[in-house]
């Protein structure tokens, strides 16, 4: 639009210069509000995306102009009669871009008295204050800090005043919903990594599992008792491509060894690995209950033993066999050169022949010669290298690191099970990528129960 020019003073030439952006800005956010249609998160999110930072107020006043054009008077959803407008309330809801208060018609059926709320149920509003996108990001920081440093971090960044409580109890919320398998890549996201690995090489990727676990402190419900270590298994699944590992999932729980089964199973039933695209291979550190789960429920995978923990155990031995350092080191250095030739079967039958001296030795030689037995198959170690194989269990042990330790392990933190597995839920969420998918389904989630909620008249103002 051509302006006229003239000579201003004062505020009134910034107003006009303010005036066709804001023009722009109305228009996006009524688009971004598209009533009823947009939950106030959906609002939220696509008003983020254009605008990092607005005026709380400008949106206010949209979504309430747009809900006034577009929500109609409802009719009955029990019985179909036309309700009738009751009374308005204001509802204040704390977000991300700050506090917006709505202004909400009730209506009442004149026949079954069924209370209907149409522009809470068009926004799927939270009850109580803090709305979805807050709750979102309690969780995303919850997940990362204590709920101290997240409360106060989000009254840093969103001026939002929440305690450390409220944050506890909305990312337990969330976590206690979501299913294990929701927070896991689907086949097609794992096909379509695998896909894009595949593309330059000749052979079939590597895909690696890794599992291990990590002692987490736990807190006895029991009075009088004291509080206890807990082992969170985790499991890791990469991709080898070249030099780089490619992170498919990580599920880290505070389990039996059949909610680990579970698992395993559970990943098996739905098809997650493209077995035909793929070379399959599990790294143990030798824990039998690892081994026992992978043969029952993948049968066809590449069994490896942690070079590293295999390298201490010759160690353990030489150490108390051989007088001096030197000849224990060379002992192993030479036992390693071996095991890479594939002569594990030579290095057992020498362990066996060995004169050892004393009961102890003898005790440490016989535990060695049982576990290389044992692991006879999962320690041919140059034919894994040529294969491509991953030697060593590392993978794992840093999962358990960055998915469990850190956020677990605090100085003076005790947890209940239930919310260290959510926590850890949450963790695993985001580092597999799915935290926004299952949060969106998650708020979809509560919007449907919303509507499949009964209201029926109560006190009318
Ligand atoms: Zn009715």
């Not at 688009?31 to 400008?58: G, T």
């Not at 079954?112 to 995303?140: M, S």
């Not at 030739?341 to 004169?355: Q, S």
């Amino acid at each position: 639009m051509a302006r006229v020019l003239k000579i201003q003073t004062g505020t009134e030439c910034y107003k006009d210069m303010y005036d066709d952006s804001l023009d722009q800005k109305i228009s996006d956010i009524i688009q971004c509000v598209d009533a009823p249609n947009n939950s106030l998160f959906k609002i939220i999110e696509n008003v983020r995306n254009i605008y990092p930072a607005i005026d709380p107020e400008l949106v206010q006043i949209i979504i309430q102009g747009e809900l006034d054009k577009h929500v109609a008077a409802p009719r009955c959803t029990c019985c179909g009669a036309k309700a009738h407008k009751k009374y308005s309330n204001k509802k204040e809801c704390f977000t991300t871009i700050g506090t917006i208060t709505i202004t909400c018609p009730y209506y009442a059926c004149p026949k079954c008295k069924a209370v209907l709320t149409p522009y809470e149920d068009a926004l799927n509003l939270r009850d109580g204050k803090y709305q979805y996108d807050i709750q979102k990001i309690a969780a995303l920081f919850g997940a990362k800090e204590t709920f101290e440093e997240t409360a106060e971090m989000m009254s840093e960044i969103y001026r939002v005043d929440i305690s450390p409580d409220t944050v506890h109890k909305l990312t337990n919320q969330i976590a206690s919903e979501v299913s294990l398998t929701e927070i896991i890549p689907t086949p097609k996201e794992v096909s379509k990594i695998v896909e894009d690995i595949s593309r330059d090489n000749y052979r079939k990727p590597v895909l690696v599992f890794s599992a291990d676990g990590a002692m987490v402190p736990i807190r006895t419900e029991e009075k009088g008792q004291p509080h206890c270590w807990r082992e969170a298994k985790g499991i890791r699944g990469y991709l080898l491509d070249k030099d780089k590992i490619v992170h498919l999932l990580s599920w880290h729980q505070v389990s039996n060894i059949e909610e680990f089964k579970g698992f395993l199973a559970n990943l098996r039933a739905q098809d997650i690995i493209p077995l035909d695209k793929v070379r399959l291979c599990f790294v143990g550190d030798g824990a039998d209950w690892i081994w026992d789960c992978v043969k029952k429920y993948f049968p066809e995978c590449r069994q490896v033993l942690d070079y590293y923990h295999c390298s201490e155990h010759l160690y353990d031995f030489a150490k108390i066999h051989f007088t001096g350092q030197e000849k224990a080191k060379a002992w192993v250095e030479e036992t390693k050169v071996r095991l890479f030739h594939n002569n594990a079967v030579h290095v057992i039958a020498g362990l066996n022949r060995m004169k050892c001296k004393t009961a102890e030795t003898e005790v440490k030689r016989n535990n060695l010669f049982n576990y290389l037995k044992k692991n006879i198959d999962r320690v041919e170690y140059g034919r894994l290298r040529r294969g491509g194989y991953p030697l060593g269990s590392g993978a794992i042990e840093s999962s358990n690191k960055f998915i469990s330790n850190i956020r677990l392990k605090r100085s003076g933190a005790w947890w209940k099970v239930d919310y260290a597995n959510n926590i850890l839920k949450l963790r695993c969420a985001k580092y597999n990528s799915k935290f926004d998918s299952f949060f969106e389904e998650y708020e979809s989630k509560a919007q449907a129960k919303r509507a499949s909620r009964e209201k029926r008249i109560r006190v009318v103002k």
